[in-house]
Structures are given as C-alpha cells and as structure tokens.
C-alpha cells in the first residue's frame, strides 16, 4: 500500500478511463488504412493492438489521438474528443511513439518535465507541484541517478523508462504506447512491459499499446484486438485471439500457441523442407 | 513506512532546483554584464581616443539629465559629437543587430529543429539583397524622410522573401518543418538570382551593392536606431514568450500534440517574429552573416540545449559579438575599416573551431 501512497496522483487524476472508439475510419490520400473499428477499453484495461506490418496499428493510435484525420468517435469516458481543446485532450491521454524524439542538449530532468506541459501556462515556469510530480515519477521508475545526465547518453532501455516517465508526468487517464519494446531486447522488454503493467495496476491506468512480439502482447495485455487490413478482425482475451487458425489467416504464419501460466505464448514453427515452395503472389 | 519516504523526497527536490536556477541565472547576469562591458569598450575605442572616465560621466550626464541631474566631467565639443552622434548610436546598433539575428537564429534552429538552420534560411536574405540592390540600382530618390530608402527596401524585401516562402510552403505541405524549408530554398534561389541579374545590368553600383552585401555599420545614425528598435522590440519579446513552447517542440511534432502545443500555429508564429527580427537587422547593417548561425551554438555549449534558456542568452551574446566585432573592424586598419561580415567569420570562426575541439576533448 505504501507504494501506492507514494503515487503523485492529484484528486481524480490517475484513474484509468474508458476508451471507445466507434466506426473509425482513415487513410492517407486515396488509400483506406483503417475501416471501421470499432474498439473498447474498460478503465485500467490493458489493450493491445496486434497485428502484421502494415495493419494500421499505428494509424489506430495517431487517429485516438487525433494526429491523423479520420472519420468516426473516439470518446474517453464518453465524452468525445473531436470537441477538445488540445490541452484538455493532453491531460487525459499520455502518448509514447515508437520511436521517439530526444532533443540534444536536454537533461533527463527537463525532458521528464516536459510531461508537465498541458497542466501549466505554456509561458510560465514549472511550478513547485510540478517539480515535485517529476522527482516522484523519476524516483518511481528508477531514474534519479540520470536526472542531470543529458538525455542522448542514456542506453535504449533508459530512453524507454524516460520517455515513460515523461508520460506519467503527465498524470494521464489513458497511456497509448507504440511498440514501446521495439528497439529493446527481451529483458529490457520484459522490464519496460513489467514497469507499465506495475504502473497501472498501481494507478488503475487504462492502458492501449501496439505490440508486435506476439507472445509479450499475450503475456501482458489483458485483451488483444488483432487488425488485419485496416479491420478489427478477432478481438478478445489473449487465449482467444492467439491461436494457430488466425496467425496462420492473417499473419500467414505457421505457429504453435503454447498455453503458459502467465498467457499464451507463440512458438514459430518451421515448415518440413519438403513443404518449401516457392512462394505465392 | 509512507510518512519517511514522501518526506525525504522534496528535500532532494528542493535542493537539486535552486541550484540550477541559480546557475542559469548567473549565466544570463554574466551575459548581460559582458554586454554592458562590450558597449562600453566599443564606445571607448576608436580612431580618436577618448578619456573613459569622461565618457561614462558624458553617458550617465544623458542617462540622467531627464531626471533633473547633472554628472560634470563630461566630453565637449567634437569630442561629445564622436561619442554622441558617431559611436553611441553605431555601438547600440551594432548590439541590436547582433542580438536580433543571434536569437532568430536560435529561434529557426529550434523551431525547424536543424543545427544548421539561420535567419537568412528562409529567404529574408534574398529578398533583402535584391529588394537594396533594386533601389541601389534604379531608385531615383536616396531617402524618404529621415530614412535611407535601402534600409526600407531591405526590409520590405526581407518580410517579401519570407512572406512568399510561407506562402509556397503552406500550399504545398502545411507547417510541416521540412516542406516549408525547401520552399525557402527554392524562394531564396529564385531572389538571389534576380538580384545578380541586376546587379551585373548595373556594374557601376557594383561597389556599393557590394558594400551592403558584406554588411556594414559605418554609416549608423540615431535614426538606424530608431527603425528598428520598435520591430525587434516586438519580435525578440515574442520569441523570448516562445521559448519553453520551443521546448516541447523539440519533442516532435506528434508529441508536442500530444502534450496539448499546436505544433503548426507556434512554427507559423516562431517565424514570423524571428523574421521580423531578421528584416528588421538586415535592413539597417545589410547581410552580417555567421552571427545567426554561430552564436546560439556557443550559447547551447556554455548552458545546454533548453530553449527557455538559450533565447535570452542568445540575446545578449548576440550583442555582445557583434559590438566586439565591430569593435575589431574599426580597429585592426584603423582608420580604414574591415567589412563587419568579414570579421564576424574572422573572429567566429575560430572561437566555434575552440569550443567544438574542448567539446570533443572533454567527451
């Protein structure tokens, strides 16, 4: 419980929404990316978006935040966000690209106050509170010993944690991460993963990331949307999304689902060299 | 357990953030006193030599006069004149100019967030050269008041250039930071050549087409003074309002939204004043190169890279260079003068050649 105390969480702040998504539809030009999904997120949910390359996947995330012009609702606890101001929208929903900006010449401190932003006057200086917000999220994810250290120096699982960091400053309702294990190996992914799903169990976060290490997405989200075309075409728990029929339909994979204690994991499975032909289309 | 941790915790906090306000703020006081120093200096030295003590009694006897005080001790006469009329409003100039084009460049370096980014990025140079090359050339009438007619045409060919960059740039792709900076090319390509086109038609104005091209301050005069203070009054306090936005623009374009910053209003609004700026610089000492492009570098080596803070002290490194240069191209073939844009690399080149090899020394 004590962990939980520590939690820099104002009056309100700091409980997960709900995230709905209703008819969605976008492109780039002519060309359609997303049809028609339709998603919900309950609050402290943790949904991952799976999916081949190409999917939409992150589409989905740009258009939830409103990055990418699209048809259809995105509302959060109902509300919908179309009609928000930008900075309205910033304090409910913390976003964490795949690959993310690291100014020069920043600090990890200034970076991770950056977080700070919707919540202050954009011309003023970060206040006290903001300042004690920072030191407690950097405290909680490990990073006081980089505080001062420039930001371009930290290795790929300590960019990871600050980038976090700097979205849990921003005391969101919702965290939306693309592929926030996509340039780290399997234990730096296991800890960044960990860190998250700590993180919203702690501060009842609803939490919708991309992944595409399908047995991560399986281990940790508790509900899996697989897209495939710019559709939504199996949503549910990771046991009922992850089986060998969809991966082989969608992913054109041959895979075994292997049930685990802690998820399902998937488990590559090379074809009989007697089955090597050459390849169609 | 949950009373110790949270009150250990602010005094780590408390004691990590004076400290570096502190030091910013020392920073931005030594500036601001080098700056002060450096004019002092540029109106002291010259061609004719001045008592110092009696210019700082003649220049507080002016600060104060209004006031109703009288500072005896002061210079007389020709002497008075030189201070007065010649180097005082060459030397404030001199650091207007500097000042103005060092934080439009920090200001074009953050905000299209290019280490190589100026102020004459985006065609303010240009237009700039031809719009003084065409009243140089053609213009029947040398001022209109008390006001040279190239400063105007400077000017009015600065915010044209970038105005017809903005233009171009936005239909073609929106803010987008690296659309708008193509367009800037092709813009400046485009002015720069009409400019030679006119130039080479008129070979007899080649000498002083030159002579603006190079940069100059040897001709200032109060009214230089009073063109542009207004401008880059405004547009320096736009940008200085901008810097902490520039910050979180340095995230990304996606992120800053994602923080609640228009990305594309700031960009829009972040160019416009440092184009202002810009115009407003060249119009009155024509085209000083390095200063944009050098100075918010050595500024990021001494304070680090958060805009909040290279903005003003950008400002006030920016004049002080300049002042210091000018200072160097009256000096060095005294009493002829080295073009101001010839020392400013001079002088520049080799100071940013130290600092990047003691960066790389240091790891």
Known sequence: MSGRTSVPSGAGAGRGAR?????????????????????????????????????????????????????????????????????????????????????????TRDYVTLGRTPHRPLLAAPRG???????DVMERLGLERMAGRQLTTL?????????????????PRVLLLDEPTASLDLGHAQQVLDLVDRLRRQDGLTVVSTLHDLTLAGQYADRLALLSEGRVVAEGSPEEVLTAETLSTHYGARAEVVRGPSGPAVLPVRAPAADLRPVEG | MTTTTPGARP???????PRRGLRAGAALGGAALVLVLALLAGVWVGALPLPPGAVVATLLDRLLSPLGIAVPGGLEGTEAAVLLELRLPRVLLASLVGAGLAISGAAYQGVFRNPLADPYLLGAAAGAGLGATLVIAYSPVQSVGPVGIVPLAAFAGALI???????????????????LLLAGIAVAAFLAAAQTLVQQQNTEDLREIYGWLLGQLGRSQWSDVALVLPYL?????????????????AVGDDEASSLGVHPGRLRLLVVLAASLATASAVAVSGLIGFVGLVVPHIVRRLIGGSHARVLPMSLLVGGSFLVLADLVARVVVAPAELPIGVVTAFVGAPFFAGLLWAGARRG
């Open chain 2, 161 to 179: 250039g970038v105005g017809c960059a903005l233009a171009l740039g936005t239909a073609a792709g929106g803010s987008h930071s690296p659309t």
């Open chain 1, 19 to 107: 995230v709905e998504v209703l008819g969605l539809t976008a492109g780039y030009g002519r060309t359609r990316v997303l049809d028609a999904v339709r998603l919900t997120v309950e609050p402290g949910g943790w949904l991952a978006v799976i999916g081949p390359n190409g999917s939409g996947k992150s589409t989905l995330l740009r258009s939830v935040l409103g990055f990418h012009p699209h048809h259809g609702q995105v509302r959060i606890d109902g509300v919908p966000t179309s009609g928000m101001p930008r900075r309205d929208r910033a304090r409910s929903m913390a976003y964490a690209p795949q690959t993310p900006v690291l100014p020069e010449g920043v600090t």
């Open chain 2, 11 to 17: 005094r780590a906090a408390r004691a990590a953030t």
């Open chain 2, 233 to 249: 009054g405004v547009a320096c306090t736009v940008l200085l309002f901008c810097g902490r936005a520039l910050d979180v623009l």
């Open chain 1, 129 to 135: 509170v903001d300042r004690q917000i920072v030191a």
């Open chain 1, 155 to 171: 290795s790929g699982g300590e960019r990871q944690r600050a980038v976090l960091a700097r979205s849990l400053a921003q005391q």
